[in-house]
């Protein structure tokens, strides 16, 4: 990354202008000393990530969005900060072919394994482990976090997401739901997509969005 410094306030054409200094950075996503694994046991595939040390550590389950398969950099940047953290992979080719006949009642379950699997590692401390979720993530990590008999995490954070979806729909299902309002997406500018709108108005029925009120530990929405 080169970082500049310029003469006065940022305006327009700024970046025109010669620069007062520049620096080149390099940022390292793994600390020396973490553990990198590749995991498949129990039908959960992802990455786990285990800072130096013996442990016990606290842990993390990074969850990404719909936009499919394994991003590592986050879990790596949180074992390098001393969390033991597994990037999971779960809206793919290859998780899918793992269900057979994609049946929806196997999807939510994969959750509750790859949990378990954090869970049950001996270098975590199993009463602190987190959920951390983006996007379409988020949707999973708060339904699994008020609904699930397994799941009882110590905290949860949510980032770009929404407690919106029919809790009583599989995976599949939910996103079959989304589809009803693709009409509804928007594009920026830059041609960046806006799918917020997917989900309004935020509806009355009970059954289509998490009762957030009934979450038992700290949440942090961002």
């Known amino acids: 990354m080169r970082i500049y410094v310029y003469k006065g306030h940022m305006r327009d054409g700024f970046n025109a202008e010669s620069a007062l ?10 600390a020396p000393g973490v553990r990198r694994t590749e ?5 959960v595939l992802g990455t786990l990530f285990v800072p130096p040390g013996p442990g016990p550590f606290p842990a993390v389950l990074d969850m990404w969005g719909g936009g499919g398969g394994l991003v590592e950099y ?3 940047l949180l074992a390098s900060h001393g969390y033991v953290s597994l990037a999971l992979d779960y809206y793919s080719t290859q998780v899918m072919e793992k269900s057979p006949d994609n049946n929806p009642s196997l999807e939510y379950e994969y959750f509750e394994a790859a949990f378990t699997i954090l869970q ?3 270098q975590v401390a199993s009463d602190r482990v987190a959920l951390l979720a983006s996007s379409y993530g988020t949707s999973v990590a708060l339904r699994m976090a008020v609904y699930s008999a397994v799941m009882h995490p110590r905290c949860v954070v949510c980032i770009s997401g929404s407690h919106v979806q ?3 729909e599989s995976i599949s299902g939910v996103f079959a739901e989304f589809g009803k309002n693709v009409h ?4 920026d500018e830059n041609n960046y997509v806006i799918w917020r709108d997917l989900l309004l108005p935020i509806p009355t029925d009970p059954n289509k969005k998490v009762d957030l009120g009934r979450i038992k530990c700290p949440l942090l929405l961002i």
């Not at 995991?39 to 039908?43: F, K, L, R, V």
């Not at 509804?184 to 594009?187: A, E, H, V």
Request: proline residues 7%; aromatic residues 8%.
């Open 21 to 30: 200094a520049c620096a080149v950075t390099e940022r390292s996503y793994m």
């Open 39 to 43: 995991i498949s046991q129990d039908g």
């Open 74 to 76: 986050r879990s790596a």
């Open 120 to 122: 049950d590692h001996p």
């Open 166 to 168: 029919p809790v009583k």
């Open 184 to 187: 509804k997406t928007r594009y």
